[in-house]
């Protein structure tokens, strides 16, 4: 299989995203959150890996998507908010999040408003790799 290139990878993301949460294709920015932007709720989350399962043809397990590792983590948690080095281990995973917003309360249970498009389709382009 050929190698995708960025901008066809956010394509079908970017229709996955379409179609998941009844956006218009203008409003999927690459600086688009999924939660604050374009309306997503928890309950969307599933839908969504599941369109960039079938669009890629990966499996994505939505703790891998999610870094259950480092939200379950005692080490990196107080009262259900992430602590300096949890952020920081968070960070060092998702570059290129929403982090303005979350690091004002990084609330366990607000750990999806980090994620934006770009995110997305960076996880894309890692599991493309990896395969």
């Known amino acids: 299989m050929a190698t995708m290139s960025r901008a066809e990878i956010f394509e079908k993301v970017r229709q996955s995203l379409v179609d998941a949460l009844s ?10 959150t ?7 709720e928890s309950i969307d989350f ?8 079938k669009a890629f043809g990966v499996k994505i397990s939505q703790d891998e998507l999610t870094q259950n590792d480092i939200i379950t983590n005692p080490a990196y ?3 259900r908010k992430l602590n300096a080095a949890g952020l920081k281990a968070l960070k060092e ?3 290129d999040g929403d982090w303005a917003t979350f690091e004002k309360d990084p609330s366990i249970d607000k750990i999806q408003s980090v ?4 995110t997305i389709v960076n996880f894309i382009e890692q599991k493309l790799a990896a395969k």
Do not use: S
């Not at 994620?115 to 770009?118: A, I, K, M, S």
């Open 77 to 79: 948690q107080e009262n």
């Open 115 to 118: 994620f934006t498009v770009g």
């Open 93 to 95: 995973r998702i570059r």
């Open 34 to 40: 999924l939660f604050n932007d374009l309306g997503a």
């Open 23 to 32: 956006v218009e294709p203008d409003e999927v920015t690459e600086t688009a």
């Open 46 to 53: 599933l839908d969504i890996i599941f369109r960039l399962e």
